[in-house]
């Protein structure tokens, strides 16, 4: 697809810039007017190759003739970019999403892609186990954020106290929790894909080797009894794009699943797209997606596992959500 045919906004603040570039953009079109633009928010993660299929390769753009990819950077952005208008849809952690429409945003979950790929790291390979992490430092980025949530939930799950037997120190990203890994400012670290494979790669640029010591997949199905997979991330969309144009919404449904079927058989290519979208070289992402597990379901059909999800991550924090579940409209069928 011609790079013309889209236009990139690089979100250089959290919500300054957004806010008011935002008051520019037309009131969207009531139903049975054409959706003359897409916003569509993407980080620097795998969940960013879906939407570069849809951006570039897929039929969305015939009924829509704007597509803009959005790339942001923290949960600040990503806040900002669907509260302000600029973007109506984005790819964010499905804890995000559930959190906004707590609060009376106009938002719904319409999908969830990514089934868990947070992993924990470190130089050590004696750790085999939560129990081998007691008195260890543990680097985690973004305070408060879904993937601490789910470190302490599964650690507590271990037999293990976080705030006692463990020492963890918050950093402002992934990257930040990378830099202080490799210099021994920490004995392990919390990682999500493709960061991991990304500082893995680094790592043996630096002659420090480190290790897939703990998979949270596979923890979170031993201590839940569950299929070893957590609904992390997936695709939020604004609730009017839902109720003024269902067939826009039914046609990213059906390219979104598309796009899943051409990663799987064309790695090497979807590597290549992602790198457009990544700041990564081509090899590390197809490294990531060796490690990734993909899957389509709409919010409807993932709503037990999600609200399995979101409860687990209540008994962490009972405050979590306004300490209730989403009712039934956040969910999207398709």
């Not at 879906?50 to 806040?79: C, G, T, W």
């Not at 705030?163 to 930040?176: P, R």
Request: glycine share 6%; with cysteine.
């Amino acid at each position: 697809m011609p790079y013309n045919r889209r236009r990139f906004l690089q979100i250089m603040t959290a919500s300054g810039l957004v806010v008011a570039s935002s008051c520019d953009r037309q009131t969207p079109p009531s139903q049975g007017q054409q959706l003359s633009s897409l916003g569509i928010g993407g980080s620097p993660i795998l969940i960013a190759i879906p939407l570069a299929y849809l951006i570039e390769e897929s039929r969305l753009l015939q009924k829509v003739p704007n597509l803009e990819f959005i790339p942001i950077r923290n949960h600040e952005q990503m806040k900002a970019l669907l509260t302000s208008g600029q973007g109506q849809m984005a790819a964010n952690p499905t804890l995000l999403s559930a959190g906004l429409y707590q609060k009376e945003f106009p938002l719904r979950l319409l999908n969830v892609m990514i089934w868990g790929n947070i992993y924990v790291l470190s130089p050590d390979s004696s750790i085999a186990t939560w129990e081998d992490l007691r008195g260890k430092s543990v680097l985690i980025p973004f305070q408060g954020s879904m993937p601490e949530m789910i470190f302490r939930f599964l650690a507590t799950q271990a037999g293990l106290n976080p705030d006692e037997d463990l020492t963890i120190v918050s950093t402002q990203d992934f990257q930040s929790t990378a830099q202080l890994l490799l210099v021994g400012q920490g004995e392990a670290g919390v990682f999500a894909e493709p960061r991991a494979s990304a500082v893995v790669a680094k790592g043996k640029e630096q002659n420090i080797e480190l290790f897939y010591t703990l998979d949270f997949r596979e923890t979170w199905g031993e201590v839940t009894g569950q299929t070893a997979r957590f609904p992390q991330a997936g695709v939020s969309i604004l609730k009017s794009l839902t109720d003024q144009h269902p067939d826009v919404v039914e046609l990213i449904h059906a390219e979104l699943r598309n796009s899943l079927d051409w990663i799987q058989e064309n790695p090497t290519a979807a590597a290549e797209l992602g790198s457009k979208y990544m700041d990564l070289p081509p090899a590390v992402i197809e490294q990531s997606l060796a490690k990734n597990r993909f899957e389509y379901l709409s919010a409807a059909e993932a709503q037990s596992e999600l609200e399995v999800f979101y409860q687990s991550l209540m008994q962490v924090n009972p405050k979590l959500l306004g300490g209730k579940l989403p009712n039934t409209d956040f969910y999207v069928e398709g």
